[in-house]
């Protein structure tokens, strides 16, 4: 079923004539364009793309052709006309990102029309990708793990975390990312034990450096994180990434479509948590879903008990142990739910690494 299908059996399960699309990702998502300045009307016949001098060449290249792509010079009156010419009642409005001011604007100008919320609706649809999303994924990180062989060879213990950030970036802008997922993570010693640290311009310190990084190929994101030890591993350091290493292992092997998110994240809380000096330090969700946004639903997570995964939804599997003041690591691949298993997009070596 295509996009715009999905979207108004989406409509008639909620009871909307017709849907208008403002968030940049669901636009981005329902046309095959993005674009900054315009909106989407979809109704149940037919579908707008409003636009301006600007993206008019560039959509008519690049669009879903279900899209009719105009640049009326009143955009209002247009969509006054429009909702006069197809009969429309009531209009659904993107609830969960929509500003409340822009809602009292649109239900003033159009009235009699009913502005209805149709919440996330959009963003649940995206939850399943397509095999076209999925290759653009694989890019995506096949991408990233080219960057990470190209700055292993490079970083040195004199580098800054700051210059190993940027060259993680220029590795992946020179193998064709058109963007970055999020801002680059880069992170040693004890600033390794902040699962979100910022990278300092002070050189490497000994032990783990974690790098969370990830690029976009047409608008579709990558994430992934290594960790590896500046210096020699001693045996502390060596039990614990093998611990990280174990509970994630664990948790790719569970996934599969049908099993319950909260229960894989279990799995690999249950493995970190049965060593003592390890219990409670692993701190945040196993995992979220990845898209065109870096944080998409579903997620692998304590709270999510009783949602089962379906085939096609993108998760993150990321687990972590963090002993604050000392070090951290945190290992994750992202990986599609299949029905007998996943598919790994995360090809990256995940042996222990020394750089001395």
């Given amino acids: 079923m295509k996009k715009i299908e999905k979207l108004r059996a989406k409509m008639a399960e909620i009871g909307v004539d017709a849907v208008i699309v403002l968030d940049e990702l669901n636009q ?39 899209f009719e792509v105009l640049m009326p010079e009143n955009r209002e009156e247009f969509l006054k ?28 100008k159009y009235t009699p029309t009913d502005f209805v919320s149709i919440g996330n609706a959009i963003e649940t649809i995206r939850q399943v990708k397509t095999p ?25 213990p004199n580098m800054t975390e700051l210059e190993v950030a940027v060259e993680l970036e220029y590795a992946m802008r020179r193998a064709g990312a058109d963007g970055f997922a999020f801002e680059t993570i880069a992170v040693s010693g004890d600033a390794s034990a902040l699962p979100h640290g910022t990278p300092r311009n002070e050189k490497l310190k000994k032990g783990f450096l974690t790098m969370d990084f990830g690029a976009k190929f047409d608008g579709y994101c990558s994430d992934m994180t290594r960790t590896v030890v500046i210096g020699r591993a001693d045996e502390d350091i060596k039990r614990l990434y ?16 049908g099993v319950d998110a909260g229960e894989a994240d279990k799995i690999a809380r249950d493995i970190i948590d049965a060593v003592p000096e390890y219990n409670g330090a692993f701190g945040h969700s196993l995992g979220h879903s990845v898209g065109l946004f870096i944080h998409e639903s579903p997620a692998l997570t304590k709270k999510a008990f009783g949602r089962a995964l379906r085939a096609g939804e993108i998760v993150t599997v990321e687990p972590g142990i963090y002993l604050f003041g000392k070090y951290g690591c945190r290992i994750e691949d992202m990986v599609a739910i299949e029905k007998n298993g996943v598919y790994n997009f995360t090809h990256s070596t995940k042996e222990l690494i020394e750089i001395c």
């Fill in 242 to 257: 093998n611990t990280v290493l174990s509970a994630q292992l664990a948790a790719i092997d569970f996934l599969r479509e």
């Fill in 81 to 108: 006309r429009t909702i006069s010419d197809e009969g429309i009642k009531n209009i659904g409005f993107e609830g969960g990102s929509v500003a409340y001011a822009v809602y009292e604007q649109y239900k003033e």
């Fill in 132 to 156: 076209e999303e999925i290759a653009k994924m694989q890019k995506a990180q096949d991408i990233t793990d080219k960057a990470f062989a190209e700055v292993l060879r490079r970083i040195t």
């Fill in 28 to 66: 981005r998502y329902l046309s095959d364009f993005a674009f900054t300045d315009g909106y989407l009307f979809i109704t149940k016949t037919r579908a707008y793309l409003i636009t301006d001098f600007r993206y008019y060449e560039m959509v008519l290249k690049s669009a879903d052709k279900e």
